[in-house]
């Protein structure tokens, strides 16, 4: 498979996938734009398009695919467990279930008292702990500028960007956004007063382009929201489970959250989301009939997640991911046209010297690289845990020659 060279095809190597797109044009509402071609199978880190051209995969499905593609265990626990039992409904229990939450519980060192959610998705599981926020009796929320939590309405609220909120305003009321710098956190919570129910943040904010949130304002935030008996929600939905070379990233900065919501690389490929909320308090908060979602924790999708977090330490992917995400950053940093590069282990945020990021990656994936430009001038890394160094070697290569080519012609 490395001896076969990467996609090199010109206009007529994409006959296939335009076919199809034109389907896709009429019939998939347009909610993403055109897609960037039409994938049919995936091995490792590596996918194929519908006209056989390679591709090395450097976004993962968007931080998701933490073992790669169609790795054999995930591949074979879905399998037993499809042949087994799918679907119980939450009127029943299943032990893949169980062992996920009990897992989830100790990899996250969480006190006693402290209890699970499963559902499906990061935005459902933001909506959970907006709505844990609101069982603290209070209303005010703080978020911060420049933070993505998700689409449904709740999650959107909290989402900070203008663009995905205008078009279905009204939104939830007393959600109040705060530049991400203590000066403005502590404002904020001034101000909100007797009412503050949370502060939601993510530890490093994906979206916005890969901003890690400065060790300061984490511990600002976790003092002024023990002060005021308020949640601290980190959303972990993606720079949770082993993204970062930790299971957590808050692992990494010693500050803990009282909810954590959890989903993309949880499931390994498979739609799979969860809260942990830390402590009697937060474990206790919702209660019977409170909430709930008809497909949350079922058993397939619980062994997905439990053979992706299986997977993860019998292979040793928290190491590989500090280790390649280092060796990444070291040689990216070190190009013309790179001002920095941001992030942790396998979440790396390319900081580029001109607006130029949606060129570079277009060009990237016509050469058989697909990374993703969240910003004018960011290109996102968060491939499989999985990487090689090999494989790191071949993008590095390729940025040095040509990436930082189309930066410096745009600056
Ligand atoms: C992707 C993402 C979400 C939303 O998750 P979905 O599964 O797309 O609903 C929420 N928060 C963060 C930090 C994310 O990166």
Same mark, same amino acid.
């Given at each position: 498979?490395?001896?076969?060279?990467?996609?090199?095809?010109?206009?007529? =190597?994409?006959?296939?996938?335009?076919?199809?797109? !034109?389907?896709?044009?009429?019939?998939?509402?347009?909610?993403?734009?055109?897609?960037?071609?039409? +994938?049919?199978? @995936?091995?490792?880190?590596?996918?194929?398009?519908?006209?056989?051209?390679?591709?090395?995969?450097? +976004?993962?499905?968007?931080?998701?695919?933490?073992?790669?593609?169609?790795?054999?265990?995930?591949?074979?626990?879905?399998?037993?467990?499809?042949?087994?039992?799918?679907?119980?409904?939450?009127?029943?229990?299943?032990?893949?279930?169980?062992?996920?939450?009990?897992?989830?519980?100790?990899?996250? !060192?969480?006190?006693?008292?402290?209890?699970?959610?499963?559902?499906?998705?990061?935005?459902?599981?933001?909506?959970?702990?907006?709505?844990?926020?609101?069982?603290?009796?209070? @209303?005010?929320?703080?978020?911060?500028?420049?933070?993505?939590? *998700?689409?449904?309405?709740? %999650?959107?609220?909290?989402?900070?960007?203008?663009?995905?909120?205008?078009?279905?305003?009204?939104? &939830?009321?007393?959600?109040?956004?705060?530049?991400?710098?203590? *000066? %403005?956190?502590?404002?904020?919570?001034?101000?909100?007063?007797?009412?503050?129910?949370?502060?939601?943040?993510?530890?490093?904010?994906?979206?916005? =382009?890969?901003?890690?949130?400065?060790?300061?304002?984490?511990?600002?935030?976790?003092?002024?929201?023990?002060?005021?008996?308020?949640? &601290?929600?980190?959303?972990?939905?993606?720079?949770?489970?082993?993204?970062?070379?930790?299971?957590?990233?808050? !692992?990494?900065?010693?500050?803990?959250?009282?909810?954590?919501?959890?989903?993309?690389?949880?499931? *390994?490929?498979?739609?799979?989301?969860?809260?942990?909320?830390?402590?009697?308090?937060?474990? %206790?908060?919702?209660?019977?009939?409170?909430?709930?979602?008809?497909?949350? *924790?079922?058993?397939?999708?619980?062994?997905?997640?439990?053979?992706? +977090?299986?997977?993860?330490?019998?292979?040793?992917? &928290?190491?590989?991911?500090?280790?390649?995400?280092?060796?990444?950053?070291?040689?990216?940093?070190?190009?013309? =046209?790179?001002?920095?590069?941001?992030?942790? =282990?396998?979440?790396?945020?390319?900081?580029?010297?001109?607006?130029?990021?949606?060129?570079?990656?277009?060009?990237?994936?016509?050469?058989?690289?697909?990374?993703?430009?969240?910003?004018?001038?960011?290109?996102?890394?968060?491939?499989? &845990?999985? +990487?090689?160094?090999?494989?790191?070697?071949?993008?590095?290569?390729?940025?040095?020659?040509?990436?930082?080519?189309?930066?410096?012609?745009?600056?």
């Amino acid at each position: 498979m490395n001896g076969q060279p990467l996609a090199t095809h010109g206009e007529a =190597g994409l006959e296939r996938g335009r076919v199809e797109l !034109q389907r896709y044009d009429h019939a998939l509402m347009g909610t993403y734009g055109e897609p960037l071609r039409v +994938l049919t199978r @995936g091995e490792g880190s590596w996918v194929w398009d519908a006209d056989g051209n390679r591709y090395l995969d450097l +976004l993962g499905g968007i931080a998701v695919n933490a073992l790669g593609h169609a790795h054999p265990a995930w591949v074979a626990a879905i399998t037993a467990q499809a042949q087994t039992l799918a679907h119980a409904s939450n009127f029943f229990a299943t032990e893949p279930q169980i062992r996920l939450a009990e897992r989830l519980i100790e990899l996250a !060192q969480a006190p006693h008292g402290s209890r699970v959610f499963l559902c499906n998705s990061g935005t459902e599981a933001n909506e959970a702990a907006f709505k844990m926020a609101r069982k603290t009796g209070k @209303g005010t929320i703080i978020a911060l500028e420049g933070g993505f939590h *998700g689409r449904s309405m709740g %999650a959107l609220s909290m989402t900070h960007k203008e663009a995905l909120r205008a078009p279905f305003a009204p939104l &939830l009321e007393r959600v109040v956004f705060v530049a991400p710098e203590v *000066g %403005a956190l502590e404002a904020a919570v001034a101000s909100a007063g007797e009412d503050l129910a949370a502060v939601i943040l993510e530890p490093i904010q994906g979206e916005a =382009g890969v901003r890690p949130v400065s060790h300061d304002l984490l511990a600002a935030a976790r003092e002024l929201t023990l002060r005021h008996d308020a949640l &601290l929600i980190m959303d972990e939905v993606q720079t949770g489970v082993a993204r970062t070379g930790a299971w957590f990233a808050h !692992q990494l900065t010693g500050v803990r959250p009282d909810v954590m919501t959890l989903a993309k690389g949880l499931g *390994g490929g498979f739609p799979v989301g969860a809260v942990v909320a830390f402590g009697e308090r937060a474990g %206790a908060m919702l209660t019977k009939g409170e909430h709930g979602t008809t497909f949350g *924790g079922n058993p397939l999708a619980a062994a997905a997640a439990n053979a992706t +977090l299986d997977a993860i330490e019998e292979l040793g992917l &928290l190491a590989n991911a500090k280790a390649v995400g280092e060796h990444l950053r070291t040689a990216l940093e070190a190009l013309d =046209g790179v001002v920095e590069v941001r992030g942790e =282990g396998l979440m790396l945020g390319i900081g580029l010297a001109a607006p130029a990021s949606a060129a570079v990656a277009r060009a990237a994936v016509d050469a058989g690289f697909i990374v993703n430009p969240p910003s004018p001038d960011t290109i996102r890394l968060v491939p499989a &845990l999985t +990487l090689t160094r090999a494989e790191a070697d071949l993008f590095i290569a390729w940025m040095a020659e040509h990436g930082t080519r189309i930066v410096t012609e745009a600056a």
